[in-house]
């Protein structure tokens, strides 16, 4: 904790072993939700709770101000900015100017940022630079505006994360106490094996969505290492209910038995009546539920489902975030990102097949007058970033070209992609080729700068090419530099 708030960095997985003397101690603190893993084993970050149970009252006061003072920040800027879909850290220090006679420091609003990226209802995305401890942009949850009383948040961040401690709050308090007077013998207490009775997820879905279903319990198995008895997937063969039960009495025990109910949020889920029971009836008990949106924008969900925080299956990070919080839930410690990350392909990829509502009659709409309404961002986090396109109506994308912020362009590549919601994975070899082209706004330093992307879209027989402001980044991934551009901008035409 000490490096990350001096020094804004992680500490290296060895120098944390060679300290503890116990190499089941870091997995004993990952698991508790008390530290944070990056990559395989290479380092880790504090989280909240790190700080909550440290015994440090000055580390835990710095944060937890940081974390309020941040949150009023956010939630004033996303009340004066209606229109505004991203937002920088620079945002919130000049919003913060204009609320407190004496503003948060920079390294403030850096370290509430970064904390706040564990809580519900503050971010819709997000994306890291500088050791994963910085956040570049993010997006604002609709929700954020429900936070009536900021100054608990905190209190109530942690008193539902402590029911991750396996054995109460003192067990982590103690760890700190008793490494060092009970040596390798500590691991006793740490290596003790958890044991997981009856069912504990259960994945509330559309019949007609059982391929995604099926996707989404690769994933969870490959993952978080869950085993088939574990889950609860009414359709998909394996994991359906025991032959003769009555299957609404089972599934109104189950619902509420299962420690974890994803609620696989899609058009056909959203018109279906036992998805909506499972999901009320775990909303009405103040059970932890996770809706996973395919097809289907947060922005569109009613009743108790918008007062929760979704996650996109079409984003990656949001994929790679539903794991960790549903281990987090669990207990149980998140696997190397080599062993999952094909299954998060395939669920995103078959997310983005999910046709939306809006588009249900589009050819009607493009037979009106309404205008086409195109937005292009960069999402994701290098390697796997993307050009998302989100238009009000099919659309065909045919190629994508690398420019100077002159619009003089650099590299570019024919790309041959349909729908309404199109995924481009940024082509890293174009990028090389503009990050390393002299610039006259280039940072001498480490290449970056504003830059722009051409997209060429065709709709109603009309092709135009829309071109997107970026900001050239360098981004920091277990010790390895990588590039990256960020920007997003909305275009409308007749």
Not at 222 to 235: E, F, M, N, P
Not at 347 to 354: H, S, Y
Not at 463 to 481: D, F, G, H, W
Request: with cysteine; glycine share 6%; aromatic share 6%.
């Amino acid at each position: 904790m000490h490096r990350f708030l001096s020094e804004n960095k992680p500490s290296p997985h060895k120098e944390l072993v060679r300290a503890f003397k116990s190499p089941k101690s870091l997995g004993r603190l990952v698991g508790a939700a008390v530290l944070n893993m990056i990559g395989n084993r290479e380092a880790y970050l504090p989280r909240v709770l790190a700080f909550h149970y440290c015994g440090d009252e000055e580390a835990l006061l710095r944060t937890k101000t940081a974390v309020t003072t941040v949150l009023h920040v956010l939630r004033n800027l996303f009340e004066v900015n209606l229109d505004k879909e991203e937002f920088t850290p620079v945002d919130v220090g000049h919003q913060a100017q204009k609320m407190y006679d004496m503003p948060p420091t920079a390294d403030t609003i850096n370290l509430g940022l970064f904390l706040l990226t564990e809580f519900a209802n503050v971010f819709t995305s997000c994306a890291f630079a500088k050791d994963l401890t910085v956040l570049s942009f993010f997006g604002l949850n609709d929700n954020i505006i429900t936070l009536d009383n900021i100054d608990t948040v905190w209190d109530e961040h942690v008193r539902q994360r402590s029911v991750y401690v396996e054995n109460g709050p003192e067990s982590v308090e103690t760890v700190f106490e008793q490494e060092s007077a009970m040596g390798n013998s500590s691991q006793v207490l740490l290596e003790k094996p958890r044991t997981h009775g009856g069912l504990l997820v259960l994945i509330s879905h559309s019949s007609k969505d059982v391929e995604l279903a099926t996707a989404l319990i690769d994933l969870l198995t490959a993952g978080i290492g869950l085993r088939a008895d574990q889950i609860r997937c009414s359709s998909v063969d394996g994991y359906r209910l025991p032959v003769g039960v009555n299957t609404e009495t089972k599934l109104r025990e189950e619902v509420n038995a299962a420690t974890v109910v994803v609620g696989l949020i899609t058009p056909n889920s959203l018109s279906s009546y036992y998805v909506m029971f499972e999901l009320g009836a775990r909303w009405g008990a103040n059970l932890f539920v996770a809706p996973l949106l395919a097809g289907v924008e947060a922005s569109k969900l009613s009743g108790p489902l918008s007062l929760l925080n979704a996650l996109s299956a079409s984003n990656d990070a949001q994929l790679h975030q539903l794991l960790a919080d549903i281990g987090n839930q669990l207990g149980l410690q998140l696997q190397s990102a080599a062993s999952y990350v094909r299954h998060v392909s395939s669920v995103k990829a078959l997310a983005n097949a999910v046709v939306p509502p809006t588009l249900a009659n589009t050819a009607a709409v493009a037979q009106g007058k309404e205008k086409l309404k195109v937005t292009v961002s960069a999402e994701g986090i290098p390697p796997s970033q993307v050009l998302r396109i989100v238009a009000n109506r099919p659309v065909e994308i045919s190629r994508v070209e690398y420019m100077l912020s002159t619009e003089a362009t650099i590299a570019g590549e024919d790309v041959s992609k349909q729908g309404g919601r199109v995924e481009i994975p940024i082509n890293d070899a174009c990028l090389l080729k503009l990050w390393n082209t002299p610039r006259v706004d280039r940072n001498n330093y480490d290449h970056s700068g504003p830059a722009k992307v051409g997209v060429t879209i065709s709709a109603d027989e009309d092709t135009k090419q829309y071109i997107l402001p970026v900001q050239l980044e360098a981004a920091l991934l277990s010790n390895t530099m990588l590039r990256k551009i960020v920007g997003s901008k909305t275009f409308y035409s007749s």
